[in-house]
């Protein structure tokens, strides 16, 4: 990355730098590779962030067929993540996971979880695990909250064989003549997935994230407290493609134990370790065997660490310092926070990245853990906290006693409660990936990269006022 005529005297953050274009021999963004090479499966440099509210087990095999990487969170009981990672494992790589309804829940129970939207629906079941026939979301939207899913199933029964289905390109064809936007697909009778179009379609475009054996890639999370190295064998043998050792402060002595803890393990998985905001941490966290360094401290829109402690650092020098000391040292960095805008995931890259963190940006989605609730004007939202609130240290510490648990909660920052609105033209996880990955695509382009080694290279970034990042936007309304 090169700085276009000018040196910077601050710090910085996303907000105060722009991409310059630069003579580019790149045609099209879909010649574009945005492999993030980082040890990792993923082939978009996209990570959903191991907070409660923004990665369960449907969000990350959403993002992993896609390309992308969630990573589980650590508040998570040892039971409950190995079973989510076992879950994530044993999804449909070609189809979508289909959200399963008995005939007898209602339009409003189905409608905590899927928004009356196009390309999405519900399937049924009998109690014996039967398939019954399925709801698209529009209809859900039509019918009486209090109706029974099964009433709402008429006249023949649609749905896609998968063995006429080749190629994703044949399933997208299939769906235009039946005149379906969205459909269950079965083999030997048995419900193994959803599709719709506009899924179908991602399919020829996106390259999923897969392990060896061909099942989806999935990260967890784990603290530097305890037993790391146990924890670390028990994620491992549940399947587990990545490690996440995470901490609010990662350049302490703890994080250094637990990283060379888990590393003595040879587990053959990536270490991800963080987070950190200095070139210092970072050479620390690689010499205790992470291969991956998280790198923010106070950008997320749920964390109040700056007000609160004055501690952090502007997030797009903090990845500039952090990814240079990195690449020397053969190790990679994920951005960790402060993204709004897919500039920002472009800037976070350009900056040297591997990939970029996302947080609350998802928790507003479909698949995000959750129900969906409306507001008093209907509009849909799920609720975000952030991880260092009250009501994430009380779920973390949910097995103390109460005077332990009040101890820790009595000093506990972040916001606690906060609604994440649905995009009405971009509900889903993968709505929000296309908007992403386009515009970085995009961004590529105009620097003349093929592909992420030689955006890191050629990325020309200027320095602009509050009154140039203004000018960027897009109006609202007619001036």
Excluded at 68 to 79: A, E, K, R
Excluded at 154 to 180: K, M, N, V, W, Y
Excluded at 213 to 238: E, F, M, P, Q, T
């Amino acid at each position: 990355m090169r700085f276009y005529e000018t040196s910077p005297e601050h710090d910085l953050t996303y907000s105060d730098v722009f991409l310059v274009p630069d003579r580019s021999a790149v045609s099209s963004r879909l010649d574009v590779s945005l492999a993030p090479g980082d040890g990792t499966a993923a082939s978009i440099p996209i990570v959903a962030a191991n907070m409660n509210s923004v990665t369960g087990k449907r969000l990350a095999a959403t993002l992993a067929r896609r390309g992308g990487l969630g990573v589980l969170p650590q508040d998570m009981h040892m039971d409950d993540l190995d079973a989510a990672i076992r879950w994530v494992k044993d999804q449909p790589v070609l189809f979508d996971t289909p959200v399963v309804f008995s005939p007898d829940d209602s339009v409003a129970s189905a409608l905590t979880r899927i928004p009356a939207v196009e390309g999405h629906g519900v399937v049924l079941e009998d109690s014996d695990g039967r398939f019954l026939g399925s709801v698209p979301a529009l209809r859900l939207g039509t019918a009486l909250p209090d109706a029974r899913l099964g009433d709402l199933i008429h006249g023949s029964i649609a749905f896609l064989d998968a063995a006429t289905l080749d190629t994703p390109r044949a399933a997208f064809d299939q769906l235009i003549a039946e005149d379906l936007d969205f459909a269950p697909v079965l083999k030997d009778g048995a419900i193994v997935g959803t599709l719709s179009r506009r899924s179908a379609l991602r399919s020829t475009l996106y390259q999923p994230a897969l392990d060896a054996d061909g099942r989806l890639h999935v990260a967890a999370a784990l603290g530097i407290n305890g037993d790391v190295a146990d924890k670390a064998r028990a994620l491992a043998a549940a399947g587990v493609d990545v490690l996440v050792l995470d901490t609010a402060h990662g350049h302490q002595d703890a994080m250094l134990r637990a990283i060379r803890a888990v590393a003595d393990q040879n587990l053959g998985l990536p270490i991800v370790a963080g987070n950190v905001v200095t070139a210092v941490a970072v050479r620390d966290l690689v010499e205790a065997g992470a291969n991956i360094i998280k790198v923010g401290v106070g950008p997320g829109a749920m964390c109040t660490t700056r007000m609160m402690t004055a501690v952090g650092r502007p997030q797009f020098s903090a990845v500039l310092e952090s990814a240079a000391i990195a690449r020397e040292l053969g190790a990679h960095v994920w951005a960790d926070g402060g993204v709004r805008y897919p500039r920002d995931v472009a800037l976070a890259l350009a900056a040297g990245a591997a990939s970029v963190m996302v947080g609350s940006w998802f928790a507003g989605t479909i698949e995000a853990p959750g129900t969906l609730s409306a507001d008093d004007s209907g509009r849909l939202f799920k609720e975000s906290w952030g991880m260092a609130s009250t009501r994430a240290v009380q779920q973390r510490f949910d097995n103390l006693d109460p005077y332990e648990l009040a101890r820790k909660t009595l000093f506990a920052e972040g916001i606690s409660s906060s609604r994440i609105y649905l995009d009405p033209l971009r509900p889903s996880l993968e709505d929000l990936l296309d908007m992403i990955t386009s515009g970085v695509r995009s961004s590529f382009t105009y620097a003349g990269a093929a592909d992420l080694d030689e955006f890191h290279e050629r990325a020309l970034v200027g320095i602009q006022s509050a009154a140039g990042y203004e000018e960027g936007k897009a109006l609202p309304v007619s001036w």
